[in-house]
DNA sequence: AAGTGCTGGGACAAAATTAGTCCCGTTAGT
DNA sequence: ACTAACGGGACTAATTTTGTCCCAGCACTT
């Protein structure tokens, strides 16, 4: 028909069109709606810190959302009611069109050239509490591609430590095994190693797990005799039948800050120009892998072999890092990220 | 599932309870493009006298509106844009929800037994200009019921001519017969006589026309007499094979002030109880004729024979007399209003 | 060819709304 | 019994919105 103009096609369209303004607005009442979801019953006051912003501002959504019946509060503090679950599931796509997050999920599915990309909205560094948005989509994710009997394999990580928590029983398929993509991580926070997830992971989700417990950096004459253990060889062998790989990716700098690291290491890592860490291995910025380190494992082609695999990561710190991981093919790979990184990803690939 | 709470379902329902000012919102803006587009090139304050806002308000939505591309600024004034009409199109049922025409045309429609009621948005005494969406939905609704060779019958009235102004050819069937539904109205306004208006439905959509020019109040011989002319005579065999009828409703009281009734008629209308007045009868609050005037004209048994018949009346003086007319049963027919008439009408109802 | 009545846009003070910052009585958890 | 956090009240400062002009420019009319 016409040629150079493209047509208004949808309601949510014609809406933005006419009354701009709803975009923003939607997107903060929604926030709030969310976080008060999350938060449980929380107060004034706390609300407006995990949002950053004032009181007042927080005093007035909360008020309206009140008086709509969509909040209730309580003296123990405001709490989502049920009118306002619905609202908040059936609003989510609105919310994520007119934010353009699902735009940018089909851009950075196809430029980083994997299944699929799902975008929380928000920043896990400005806030931190949306790290259970984070955890409840990847634990929706895993619950889809999972199936009976089947073996998860999971990394360590704050972030896998927040999917842990979010994951419920009713969620999963029965019958799952749950174990760690890698021995320990030295002197990291208990709490943080794959092996405590995997078996928070399993407890939440009622289901079995198997953990190996092993020092990092092993000589190379102690390695060799450690996977001689049939303990080891054992959970070797589960590695060959993964089905599904959840896991997190690290900036290669931060990561190897946290560990324990010698300088020397530290400028061994530069040098190779490392830029992400996944399972283990460092990646530069065309995806290669430069280093690893020597710990009984996941190894890469046999995360590849597997059916799923879900990738966790968020945080505008972290975007360099996810394009490096996915420089190497990974073409079965789900992301799970937020929308700061998911920004600053397109950004960066400009 | 859930007893009692009625659960929320759709997006847009959804909406309007976390920004329950969009309702408002929204209506506003669009009465204001609406506006734009009917009363074609207009200034700020011309604008903002026909909606009864300030020239500010006008001002503040016009800039946004101009901003958003929906209307274009020169210095004729300003006019509706291409996307700006798709926007109209597209919000239409939305407005319609949100501000309760869709359910008070339902509603409508059950109360009155007919077919089916059509709301305009407004109040055709308050902003007359809102006459000419009466009328373009009204010959929206000729369009579809009419077919080919068919006759349509026309009565007179303001709402009428307004109706025939919004007629375009392209709308229109082909070799439509319009015709006046009664002779003369007396003294009244020419351009809103039966006559005229048939003229100008069958010139606006390039069809044919018959009219017949005759006194009204006629004495019984008299009226006897000219009945048996054949020019009188195939008049009234065109009514027998009328197809479809529009006509107005007329406030019995204002209808006997217009007409240079006699008080001894006016207060032997009152005496009756008249409340409506539709083709020259008089019908009161319980739909009953109680008088009519004498001249050749279309009677209701062949208005009733008729295939569609379509009412239009706006404004909410008309509400009492709108209900008295469809007291009588009138089940074909199609009634084309405004919410003004059709408020008043549900609170007469309650 | 000058006049007149529109147009959109600029400017500015008054009015209304919103935001920031306290306080307070109450209540749940300790 | 105590404490910390809750929602709600109150009041001022800041911001936005609104009412009301004026203005230069363009299109009709005279």
Same sequence: chains 1, 2.
Avoid at 204 to 224: D, F, I, Q, V, W
Avoid at 297 to 317: L, M, P, T, W
Wanted: hydrophobic share 40%.
């Amino acid at each position: 028909m016409r040629g150079e103009r493209k047509d208004i096609i949808t309601v949510s369209e014609a809406q933005l069109k006419i009354m701009p303004e709803m975009s923003e607005l939607l997107h903060t009442r929604y926030r709030f709606l969310q976080m008060i979801d999350m938060l449980g019953p929380v107060g004034r006051r706390g609300l407006a810190e995990n949002l950053s912003v004032g009181e007042r501002e927080a005093r007035k959504e909360t008020d309206l959302l009140r008086e709509q019946g969509l909040i209730i509060a309580s003296h123990s503090g405001m709490r989502i009611s049920e009118s306002g679950k619905e609202v908040l599931e059936i609003l989510k796509p609105l919310v994520y069109e007119w934010s353009g997050i699902s735009v940018m999920e089909k851009q950075l599915t196809q430029k980083l050239c994997i299944q699929r990309v799902l975008i929380v909205d928000g920043d896990i560094n400005e806030t931190p509490s949306i790290k259970i948005l984070l955890g409840l989509e990847a634990a929706k994710v895993l619950s889809k591609v999972a199936k009976e009997k089947e073996i998860i394999a999971v990394t360590g990580g704050s972030t896998l430590a927040a999917i842990a928590d979010s994951v419920t029983p009713s969620d999963q398929p029965n019958n799952l095994t749950f174990i760690a993509a890698r021995g320990g991580m030295g002197v990291d926070d208990m709490r943080l190693q794959a092996n405590t997830i995997a078996a928070t992971f399993a407890h939440n989700s009622g289901n079995a797990y198997r953990t190996l417990y092993l020092p990092e950096h092993l000589s190379e004459t102690a390695y060799k005799a450690i996977i001689e253990e049939p303990m080891v060889k054992e959970m070797i062998d589960l590695y060959d039948r993964t089905d599904v790989v959840i896991h997190g990716i690290g900036s290669a700098i931060e990561m190897a800050s946290r560990r324990n690291s010698t300088e020397t290491e530290k400028s061994n890592l530069l040098e190779h120009g490392a830029v992400s860490e996944a399972f283990g291995y460092y990646f530069d910025e065309s995806g290669k892998a430069v280093q690893r380190i020597q710990t009984v494992g996941i190894q890469r082609e046999q995360v590849n072999r597997c059916k799923s695999i879900i990738a966790v990561a968020g945080g505008k710190n972290k975007a360099a890092a996810i394009l490096s991981y996915f420089k190497q093919g990974a073409n079965q790979t789900i992301l799970v990220t937020d929308s700061a990184a998911a920004k600053e990803m397109l950004h960066l690939l400009k």
